[in-house]
């Protein structure tokens, strides 16, 4: 195991995308140990801009926290961001998120995830950051069938524009990262759901639809296979990343990719009866073919994160449908 430094609670914070799902759980789990983070993001309405007004709301009685509103895509937002803040480490969550609407909205993602990236590296540059982390996600792994999927994969061959900018975002993150010194470090997400989730994924729209006594629709009939992670799993993952950036390898390069996913598929029938147990209602199912874009099934090999920072993600997806399942009565006022 690597040796891990102790959370170093006087480095300011930048966390862009700091109003969407992971980025809010982030922020305030920072905001609880008292470090002081500036959130960064644009609320486009991708989907329902009240509920990541509603985590700006929480996020706000945090003395130490601080909102910008802005637009990665936009140099100057960007350069005048680091200006102000500062930030000893960056957390860039800012992306346009989706497989299937990347399908329909291809240069949304452009601008987003390869544009707005690039204007992070280049202040990162800049401002001589002290660590790059970056979001990445399981797509990249496209429709492989070798399970567990590990970091040493080769992943040339993504499935959705989404899954291409994600890897396009580790093949620039390694160039800053080599020719200007930026210790980075990027982060392959595994389907994250939980409390204040974005309502696109799968879990949310069926909780959704469960409620209405509407149809869901279950693709590939249900034969699919997710690595679904707790999102208080990843931020914990993320705490322990963030004051540790990568050490030199052999090529004196301070880069690395790391999995983060519950290193335990669950099959999406089961999924959906742990929901409908959680929310005590049976869903109306409809079957469908897979979707474009879609892959059968995401498995994520763990064994660098728990090497390097001695980390496994541990919440049951009882146990973290269940959490969802009270804060969204909650939320949306169920009895």
């Known amino acids: 195991m690597k040796n891990c430094k102790p959370f170093d609670k006087t480095k300011k914070i930048l966390v862009t995308g700091g109003a969407g799902f992971i980025g809010f759980h982030l922020s305030k789990f920072l905001l609880e140990i008292g470090v002081e983070v500036f959130g960064f993001d644009n609320l486009n309405d991708y989907y329902d801009v009240r509920l990541k007004k509603d985590r700006l709301s929480i996020l706000n009685n945090y003395d130490r926290y601080h909102f910008i509103k802005g637009d990665l895509a936009d140099e100057v937002a960007v350069k005048q961001l680091f200006d102000e803040v500062q930030p000893h480490i960056v957390v860039n969550l800012g992306a346009q998120a989706g497989v299937r609407y990347s399908i329909s909205h291809p240069r949304t993602y452009i601008d987003s995830n390869i544009i707005g990236f690039f204007n992070i590296l280049e202040a990162c540059r800049t401002y001589k950051i002290e660590h790059l982390v970056f979001a990445s996600s399981s797509s990249v792994y496209g429709n492989q069938k070798k399970t567990p999927f590990s970091t040493t994969d080769n992943v040339d061959h993504p499935i959705s524009l989404y899954a291409a900018t994600k890897k396009s975002n580790e093949l620039m993150g390694y160039t800053y990262s080599h020719l200007y010194g930026i210790p980075a ?5 595994f389907t994250v759901y939980g409390p204040f989730g974005r309502p696109d994924m799968a879990y949310f729209k069926f909780a959704n639809l469960i409620r209405d006594e509407k149809p869901i629709k279950v693709y590939n009939h249900g034969d699919m296979l997710r690595d679904f992670t707790y999102v208080d799993d990843i931020v914990e993952g993320v705490g322990r990343i963030l004051c540790n950036p990568p050490e030199k390898n052999k090529y004196g390069d301070q880069y690395k990719v790391y999995n983060i996913g519950n290193n335990s598929p669950v099959n999406l029938m089961d999924f959906i009866n742990a929901l409908e147990d959680a929310l005590g209602k049976k869903a109306k199912k409809e079957f469908f073919p897979m979707q474009p874009g879609d892959v059968y099934q995401t498995y994520a ?23 969802f399942a009270v804060w969204y009565r909650a939320y949306y006022q169920i009895n």
């Not at 001695?310 to 959490?323: Q, W, Y």
Request: no cysteine.
């Open 185 to 189: 470090t990027g982060l392959r997400f």
């Open 301 to 323: 090999d763990i064994s660098e994160l728990k090497n390097d920072f001695d980390f496994v993600p541990h919440t049951s997806i009882k146990e973290g449908l269940s959490r």
